[in-house]
């Protein structure tokens, strides 16, 4: 069963098994219904937000949860500007080790 015809990743099932969320290659965070009864049946894709994961966060697995009944997710995201890398130069340090 086709689920996405622009792709996606990170799929993840809601805890009762009738609803899918997957990230979207927009950065999408989407939704799909299925239901079951004699045949399988899938909802067209739903966009519930968009996320941006942080670059340095990217690993194998998902990097959102969601809870049980899928209404609330926890997704990592980057606030502020990043933290400025301190550079210290100090001169005459072969000075200093000799006292």
């Given at each position: 069963m086709l689920i996405s015809?622009?792709?996606?990743?990170?799929a993840s099932w809601r805890k009762d098994g009738h609803e899918l969320f997957y990230l979207a290659p927009n950065g999408g965070l989407m939704s799909v219904t299925?239901?079951?009864?004699?045949?399988?049946?899938?909802?067209?894709p739903t966009e519930l937000f968009r996320?941006?994961?942080?670059?340095?966060?990217?690993?194998?697995?998902?990097a959102y949860a969601a809870t049980a009944d899928g209404e609330r997710f926890l997704v990592p995201t980057a606030?502020?500007?990043?933290?400025?890398?301190?550079?210290?130069?100090?001169?005459?340090w072969a000075k200093t080790l000799q006292r």
């Open positions: 015809v622009g792709g996606g990743s990170e299925l239901t079951a009864s004699d045949v399988v049946r899938a909802s067209r996320i941006q994961i942080p670059g340095d966060r990217r690993s194998p697995g998902t606030v502020g500007d990043p933290p400025q890398t301190a550079v210290t130069v100090i001169l005459n």
